[in-house]
């Protein structure tokens, strides 16, 4: 079953502004992964992250590795246009290492 | 680097015929690759663990003899849609896992598949 919420499920921005999503879990992850899909298109990977508190940047992505190992967020700023799409995080599980969990997503749309 | 390629992108079948979707790995190679199956407007499922050299690890639900997984080199991974029906039309994704570490997974763009 879903073991990943992700939040918001839409969002709605005007281009320029910030956007904050977020993502957790019941379980623990040893990895948390963030992906963006475009339509008809298969996930891209964003920003990887590995270990508890890591905070790394991909040019205007910043994303977090959660101390408790249970959540992660994602953050944009200044958002463009190309921006818009589906936003998956996704981890590995602390107890099977190899397979990545998708979450149900994040739909972002920018408003020019 | 780490490309992930699929063939084809998009296929339309006959109920009761078999696919067969190719998944390479460009430019690294890949001892474990993964498949995925998206619905519309849904998030991505985890169809099976393909170990190259071994048999496919199935996830609960999904059938094997149905979703046939052969992996036979270190950079192609390869899944059949046996006797397909049109409740098998989806886009289904693949993705290679680079380094040893497994902590790094990279997709292929997807294949549609429409069963008529």
């Known amino acids: 079953g879903q073991q990943l919420n992700q939040s918001p499920q839409s969002m709605f921005i005007q281009e320029g502004e910030d956007v904050s999503m977020n993502c957790t879990s019941s379980?623990?992850?040893?990895?948390w992964l963030w992906y963006k899909q475009d339509p008809g298109e298969g996930p891209v990977l964003l920003i990887a992250l590995y270990k508890a508190g890591e905070l790394t940047s991909n040019g205007r992505l910043t994303a977090q590795f959660g101390i408790t190992r249970k959540d992660s967020f994602l953050n944009i700023s200044a958002s463009i246009p190309s921006d818009v799409g589906i936003y998956f995080c996704?981890?590995?599980?602390?107890?099977?290492?190899?397979?990545?969990?998708f979450g149900p997503g994040t739909s972002l749309s920018v408003i020019p | 680097g780490a490309v992930v390629s699929q063939h084809p992108s998009w296929v339309i079948c006959k109920s009761g015929t078999s696919v067969k979707i190719e998944c390479r790995s460009l430019?690294?190679?890949?001892?474990?690759m993964f498949w995925y199956r998206q619905f519309p407007k849904q998030s991505l499922m985890l169809m099976a663990t393909s170990n190259e050299g071994s048999k496919a690890t199935y996830e609960q639900g999904v059938e094997k003899d149905k979703f046939l997984i052969n992996h036979a080199s270190l950079t192609l991974s390869t899944l059949t849609v046996t006797s397909a029906h049109p409740e098998d039309s989806s886009f289904y994704i693949c993705?290679?896992?680079?380094?040893?570490?497994?902590?790094?997974?990279?997709f292929g763009p997807g294949t549609r598949l429409t069963v008529t």
């Open positions: 430019d690294f190679q890949a001892t474990t």
């Open positions: 993705s290679a896992q680079r380094g040893s570490q497994g902590r790094e997974q990279y």
């Open positions: 379980s623990i992850f040893n990895t």
């Open positions: 996704a981890g590995q599980l602390e107890t099977s290492y190899d397979k990545v969990i």
